[in-house]
């Protein structure tokens, strides 16, 4: 009877335990969720572009479908183990497996076919519309702007797009396979050295958004970001216009600097000296959003520390270090970056 007692107010105990853990693991996983519901700034559920809210809906058709079919073969599995003895045949499960199990996922999979194959017909590109070509680099984004009939415009690690126009991005690689992931605006597509691939896109609400790579591409895969503004045709032209004059930096030191350190080499800053086209185009850089490739914020601090140690931010990065550099020499050179508007 003791030994009975003691046992039964352990299991109490152990079921207690049970539901505290079971409580705690739910509530970690609705957090889980609802932070995920919170970012709009890189989800493939929270579209700004035509492609992505079918891929939204598409995706929605399917949850909900495959949650019916889940809920009716559960009924009919509560059916068929309620059912009184006898009222059940051999040759009727049968025909039910035939039925459930080859005629009812045809059916199915041909209407679902049906309706997404229309989806995946890309946007018609005419003359007129925007190219931009983006080529993946070990571990960063080179950008070219083609307007129709106008010379093009190159950028590095950041894509503007005007709202409502249609955008055909040109996708190809120099070194290994990348692949090109706007959630917000697109499905995936892969960048393969060697081929050109094409994605059109229309985003519709403006704003700043974030897309990244999707193969993996070496050390640094997980630090090629890219940033993605969407922006009022107007305000885009006006941006476009300003990227396309050359740098005018205002007097510093930073910019001998750049030069006697051979950084030149690698990067243009079109309207100086710099011609390099191993690295990303600064011309502009510091009108970008954030330093290599998503990585940094655009602080002096930051872009000094990854002048003289880009491996610190960037495992592997091919730009080599420079720590011979004394720290406030590369801080010139940060400041007359950022100065490149
Ligand atoms: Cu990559």
Redesign the pocket.
Known sequence: MYKYKVGARRVRRCEKGVMRRARRIFGAMAATLLIAGCNRHQSALAPFGAEAEQVRHLTLVLVVGSVVILVALAGLWVAAVRAPEGRLSHKGGMRLVLVLGALVPTLVLFALLLYALPMMRPRPVSRADLRITVT?E??WWRVAYQPAGTPPVTAANEVRIPVGRTVAFQLKASD?I??FWIPGLAGKMD?IPGRTNELVVRADVPGRYRGA?T????LS?AR?ALDVVAMEPAAFDRWLALQRRPAAPAPARGQALFAENGCAGCHTVRGTGALGTIGPDLTHFGSRLRVAAGTLPMETEAIARFIRKPDDAKPGARMPAFPHLPPDDARQIATYLQGLQ
């Open positions: 993946g070990q571990f290994v990348h692949s960048m790579c193969e993996f591409c070496g895969h090629m």
